[in-house]
């Protein structure tokens, strides 16, 4: 299945996911209420993206040229049209669909290939580096950084990895499997779930994300606390360069040597196309139990994470947001009967109030129960959050969350059709610094006129470590008219200046791509940016694999 | 302090540690009587070490070549002396001892450094580099490897790191702690214990092995189950280079591109030298529950910790030892008035016999007790063992282990005296093939007159994961007189050819170096072999950084 064939240019193809999925903002009226109250106007969709067909110029690379030049190939795992070259040009960041809404259009990808095979990947690389035809390696495209980014020069094609979906192999004894890396999120869970596995990956983009996109950008998955990063789950790879095939022998650790294959983790397709992926398995898990608490201040809910974290306990799950976020996750309960509602609602107008609980911050977290001592792990926790002042709520509070846990996407989509910015940024830092950063990135947008015209900006803890912590940050803001590009460019900047200046990385889970690559140069040092590009140098010397990214300079 | 200071050529050299904490087979009598028992013939200590500085030429590169080659350092940074060379010139090896024993010297460095800072560190790599000087980088020198073997070429020297030790910060919130890599085990744990915090790395080296020999060679320590390997505590490095310093920005986690620094872990000095290692640290544990269990066959045990390891359960330490280990364990006990030793002697007699325990196999499994889901698990562990037909025995009779866990090497010293050759060989293979791996290195030495001899092969298991597990085989046999090493090389051929073709890694914990560099080569493929020459053409041009390991070919 081609997770993109339910979509056209004319339903929406900037759109994220199933449009039979797809919400509008009326479904949550409680948060719609809340922005026009803000914001003292009416919200109208009125915002909609031009046909942008008619702003791009025809493939510069012809059907003709396809067959001369990759003739192993067949007709139709080729496709210049217009239709291709946008479905699978742009990513789904807030910075792509404001292009597209105000019709600037970057450079667009010549043409596509649907390789269905490693010998295929591999003419398609070594005929590209003959001909400089620069490639974009893509498996799921729901990138949020830029990372197909093009600019003007040389031919260039997209090599759409979406054929590339089988499991190679599993050991059930020892707990591997073996994937291509076109399989999207939902099709491999489905395999491993057959067999009573699964690999623990759950980004919110998991539906429409695939493997081979999670190993390129160092995907992290909401349950990073029990089954950890992509980087965390992998043996071992195989990759196919333009000069040639990298494939290490993989163990469940060694001491033999250089872990070769981590040079691929995070390399955003600058070195070459990662087409399998030995990962690491896990018994599924049927039980789970959510413990959910307030806390009076961000900083209280961060001291109580990290000291638990200390201690050695990491739930699966973990969550923590700030108060705006914590309030405006309320709004998003649509049901007015629900028991819970009620309960919170009584709870916050007597009982929190009296004892502080003005603007609370809520902490989820959830724990796999496999045996007693995963059990003992959630009263314990129960216990530490009492003890660090925290009120505990029913575990049941967390639902709304579970149920719209890969869904937000949408509501980003019909918040932008309404003229309200949305976007996300999302940093790691050591736990020293996590709490100067939080403040930090929220001051860094006084600098605009982002407070003044009625932004939000709201932040939650996840992806924690005994190190330090992952902040995710969402702004909502009403749109410039005219001038969407420039205002978003204006708030990612202060952002990420502040991020970078208050200790924190370019990015914990989305990457680098084109948006935040000239941050990404301020931090590598010149040293290691030397030694990527003699690694890119030799792997890639045509410098066709996704040029201009991460150390690679413009070329 | 030097921690060879206490050591010289006179007070045996070649031996493990503290000469104030050696002890002699007598001190082991029950192990002592039952290897003559087994040889029929009586043990003595008459084979001995020769003077070998008779045996090796005075150095090539004189006090002059040093002044003019390295002005920066001062003159008792240097040596040139026979002492010197030799007791930085070899590793602490089987290998390396019989060599000593039967005067068949490898090449020696002509001298060694002794660096105070980076840029002493940088001065020396330039100007070696200049000079075509080869340099062995050196730590704790505790490799059994042959990880700083030399071929006859060129001038070469020993850059010793131990002046540079010191902890650069600690971050107690954080959890990190960066340290210059010239730091031995012991006083980098006392300076963090002092602070309420522990590595947690604690390998059978310990006491006479540094940071930045742990990192070159990817060392795992005996807590691996609670802390990881090296690799999994290091959050980057600072490494000198002939071709500049590559120093990355660290975070806990990230999506900021590529991990370079992971290059230099497991490189064996063939790119640079670490010279600093930012590091998770972690509370120290003052609660320890060991659960000890026998079993009635290695497969039942090994089983048992599988299913015990896939169900997220991970002892701190973890120790499979199969019926022969298991055997002479018990021999090792000295204590006939211990009650520990009537206790199990009386279960062995008895009901052990009774229930099938006619060779059992103890699995010994320690857990920090930080709270009460810790508990939980020793009681859960203890119920799993039992369902799985382990038999519980009582948790002191670790203790025995724990006693002698940083030790045994001295016992190898006093063997070797008495014309016992006893060696270790290590891997790590997944489940699905430890089995036969532990089978078929058995076997192989039945290609040789090992067992005819009397020679003993026996395992256990350890540092155990998801996915695999490591075996550690020891084994002894009489020293065939005037034929020692030709006899080590067959043995070691023999296991290692089994090993490799068996799927178990070149090594899990003592790295590759010339004594396993055949076999690795073996392993690695084409493509990644060249792009690992790529980058130490990049880094070290002149290939001057340990020349002729991992990688690179004898030049």
Redesign the interface.
């Known amino acids: 299945m081609n997770r993109y064939s339910n979509k056209n240019l004319s339903s929406g193809f900037w759109k994220w996911g199933d449009p039979a999925k797809a919400f509008h903002l009326n479904d949550f009226p409680r948060f719609k209420s809340f922005l026009e109250e803000k914001w003292k106007r009416k919200l109208n969709d009125d915002f909609k993206a031009p046909d942008i067909t008619q702003l791009i110029p025809e493939s510069t690379f012809s059907e003709n040229d396809f067959s001369k030049t990759f003739p192993n190939l067949k007709q139709e795992q080729f496709s210049n049209s217009k239709e291709s070259r946008i479905l699978y040009g742009f990513g789904k960041s807030c910075h792509d669909i404001i292009r597209i809404f105000s019709g600037k259009i970057p450079p667009l990808p010549d043409f596509v290939l649907f390789p269905e095979s490693e010998d295929e990947v591999e003419h398609i690389l070594q005929n590209a580096s003959k001909n400089k035809i620069r490639l974009i390696p893509f498996s799921g495209g729901s990138n949020v950084t830029g990372a197909f980014e093009l600019n003007e020069k040389n031919v260039s094609c997209v090599v759409n990895l979406q054929r590339m979906k089988r499991m190679v192999a599993i050991?059930e004894?020892?707990?591997?499997a073996t994937f291509e890396t076109g399989i999207f999120g939902p099709e491999l869970e489905k395999i491993l779930n057959a067999k009573g596995f699964t690999l623990g990956h759950f980004p919110q983009s998991f539906e429409y994300s695939a493997l081979g996109g999670w190993l390129a950008?160092?995907?992290?998955g909401q349950e990073s606390g029990q089954y950890g990063?992509i980087?965390d789950m992998v043996?071992g790879i195989r990759a196919i360069?333009p000069?040639?095939?990298?494939?290490?022998?993989d163990?469940?650790?060694?001491?033999?040597?250089?872990?070769?294959f981590?040079?691929?983790?995070?390399?955003?397709g600058t070195l070459g196309i990662i087409t399998q992926a030995k990962l690491?398995i896990?018994?599924l898990q049927s039980e789970q139990k959510w413990i959910v608490a307030l806390f009076k201040t961000f900083d209280e809910g961060a001291e109580a994470v990290?000291c638990l974290l200390?201690?050695?306990?990491h739930p699966g799950i973990l969550r923590l947001s700030d108060p705006l976020e914590t309030k405006l996750f309320s709004t998003m309960r649509n049901s007015e009967s629900g028991g819970l509602k009620k309960l919170i609602g009584a709870l916050i107008k007597s009982r929190l109030a009296s004892k502080g609980f003005n603007e609370p911050c809520i902490l989820m977290t959830r724990f796999?129960i496999?045996?007693?001592?995963?059990?003992?792990?959630t009263?314990?926790t129960c216990r530490f959050f009492k003890s660090h002042n925290g009120f505990i709520l029913p575990s049941s509070t967390a639902g709304n969350w579970e149920e719209h846990r890969f869904t937000l996407p949408y509501l980003r989509d019909t918040l932008i059709e309404h003229r309200v910015m949305i976007d996300t940024f999302e940093t790691?830092?050591?736990?020293?610094n996590t709490s100067a950063l939080y403040l930090n990135v929220k001051e860094s947008l006084k600098k605009s006129a982002f407070y003044d015209k009625g932004g939000l900006l709201f932040c939650h803890l996840s992806?924690v470590?005994?190190?330090?912590?992952?902040l995710y940050f969402t702004m909502i803001a009403p749109m410039e008219r005219s001038n969407e590009e420039a205002q978003w460019m204006n708030y990612k900047t202060l952002v990420t200046d502040a991020i970078i200046e208050s200790g924190g990385?370019?990015?914990?889970?989305?990457?680098?791509g084109k948006d935040?690559q000239p941050w990404?140069l301020k931090?590598?040092?010149?040293?290691?940016k030397?030694?990527?590009q003699?690694?890119k140098?030799?792997?890639d010397p045509n410098g066709i694999m996704n040029p201009g990214k991460?150390?690679d300079p413009e070329n």
Chains 1, 2 share one sequence.
């Open positions: 050991d004894t020892s707990h591997t950008t160092r995907s992290g990063k980087e043996l360069t000069n040639g095939i990298i494939d290490t022998k163990f469940p650790k060694h001491a033999s040597g250089i872990d070769t981590r040079l691929f983790i995070g390399s955003e690491r896990h018994k990290r200390q201690q050695g306990i796999s496999r045996n007693d001592s995963d059990f003992a792990m009263k314990f790691i830092a050591y736990w020293k992806h470590y005994e190190t330090g912590a992952c990385a370019v990015s914990h889970h989305h990457g680098v935040h990404y931090t590598i040092d010149a040293g290691e030397e030694l990527l003699a690694v140098k030799h792997l991460l150390f």
